[in-house]
C-alpha cells in the first residue's frame, strides 16, 4: 500500500453509542452533568437579600446618628427612611412602607424597638429588623451591618418572645 491509500484513524468513542445500551449512558451522564452543582439563586432571592442588606446598613447609619439608641417605634425609622429615599428607591420600591416589607410572605418587617438592644447576631451586632413568618417555616433577621440569618421560627420566638 502506498502512503496515498493509507487510511486515517478514526476516534472511536469509549463505548458504542450504536446500540442502545451506550446512548442511555450518554444520555444519563449528560443529564447528570447538567443537574450537578449548587443551585444558582432566584432573582427574587437575590433581589430580597440586597434589599435586607440595604436596611441593615441604612438601620446601622440610623443607630450612629441617634446615639446608637433603636427606634422608640417602626414610625421613627419610617420617617428616617422617608427622608433618604435616595439610598433605597433604586431597589425598585416607591414607599418606606413597601421598602420595610418582605417580599417573601408579604408582610411588613418587625423592626426591632425600645430603649435597648434585643438579642444580638452572631457577629455581635444588633438586629435591625425580622420577618414575621418568613417561607417554609424560616424567618430572615437583618442586622446592622447588612448580614442576614435565616432560621426556623421557633428560634426566632426564643430570641424575640414578644413578638
Not at 468513542?13 to 443537574?35: K, Y
Amino acid at each position: 500500500m502506498n502512503k496515498d491509500q493509507r487510511l486515517e484513524p478514526r476516534m472511536m468513542p469509549p463505548f458504542p453509542i450504536s446500540n442502545g445500551l451506550g446512548l442511555l449512558f450518554m444520555i444519563g451522564a449528560l443529564g447528570l452533568t447538567i443537574g450537578c452543582g449548587p443551585t444558582p439563586p432566584t432573582a427574587a432571592s437575590t433581589n430580597t437579600k440586597s434589599q435586607f442588606k440595604v436596611i441593615g446598613l441604612l438601620g446601622a447609619r440610623y443607630l450612629q446618628e441617634h446615639k446608637n439608641r433603636p427606634p422608640q417605634k417602626r414610625a421613627d425609622i419610617i420617617k428616617y427612611f422617608e427622608g433618604i429615599p435616595e439610598e433605597w428607591t433604586g431597589l425598585g420600591m416607591n414607599t418606606a412602607e413597601e421598602f420595610l416589607t418582605s417580599p417573601r410572605d408579604g408582610q411588613p418587617l418587625v423592626v426591632v424597638t425600645g430603649s435597648d438592644f434585643g438579642p444580638l447576631s452572631p457577629n455581635g451586632l444588633p438586629y435591625i429588623a425580622y420577618e414575621q413568618t418568613g417561607e417554609n417555616g424560616k424567618v430572615m433577621l437583618i442586622d446592622a451591618r447588612g448580614s442576614v440569618t435565616e432560621m426556623p421560627e421557633s428560634d426566632l420566638r426564643e430570641l424575640f418572645p414578644k413578638s
